[in-house]
């Protein structure tokens, strides 16, 4: 299927939009920005120059991923949710040489109206809950909630909460899917993969 953009939408040249991904109403799309197929960018998004954003990716509405943000295959920003790319912004400072890189790794789940802060990397399959302020690195499969965000759990790839505990050891299945995860010394992963 053939990318769809709104006539409201501003593609810069230059950008790299792959094949069956949807660019809705007022969305911008700078010229720099590499996005990958499957995607979507709801309306009113902004998407940077310094920007790579991976396959199947569903952006929601009013949401912008500025310059230094990577977003690898699978990931959900939840409506309105915001990056940084700057710890100390002064409008008087120009501080565009010290961007803080930020990586969302593949599954990873961020909710509406969260906060990722410039610098950190979002675990695989990890889930930022609602209106959360991430501040710190988010491990594999975590679950983080509140101001500044805190672990509360684990998640399985399909976005059940898992019967683990915060630290430690220990086994679960996720319910939806039968999927085993097992956790070791903080780590979870899934049973499969802790094998190799």
């Not at 069956?20 to 902004?46: E, K, M, N």
């Amino acid at each position: 299927m053939a990318t769809q953009v709104h006539p409201s939408a501003i593609v810069d040249a230059g950008a790299q939009i792959g094949d069956s991904t949807r660019v809705w109403h007022f969305v911008h799309v700078s010229a720099g920005a590499r996005i990958g197929s499957g995607c979507s960018l709801g309306q009113g998004v902004y998407v940077g120059n310094d920007v790579a954003i991976g396959d199947n990716v569903k952006i929601q509405n009013n949401v912008s991923v500025y310059d230094a943000v990577t977003l690898e295959d699978d990931v959900f920003c939840g409506p309105s949710m915001v990056f940084t790319n700057v710890l100390n912004p002064r409008s008087a400072v120009v501080r565009k040489h010290e961007y803080r890189r930020t990586l969302v790794r593949r599954g990873a789940t961020l909710g509406a109206n969260c906060t990722i802060v410039c610098g950190t990397t979002i675990g695989r399959h990890a889930f930022v809950g609602a209106g959360a302020v991430v501040t710190h690195d988010v491990p594999d499969f975590a679950l983080v909630a509140g101001v500044p965000a805190r672990q509360i759990g684990w998640m399985s790839r399909h976005g059940e909460r898992l019967a683990l505990p915060l630290a430690g050891q220990g086994d679960a299945v996720c319910p939806a899917t039968a999927e085993a995860y097992v956790l070791r010394d903080g780590v979870c992963r899934l049973r499969d993969e802790a094998r190799t």
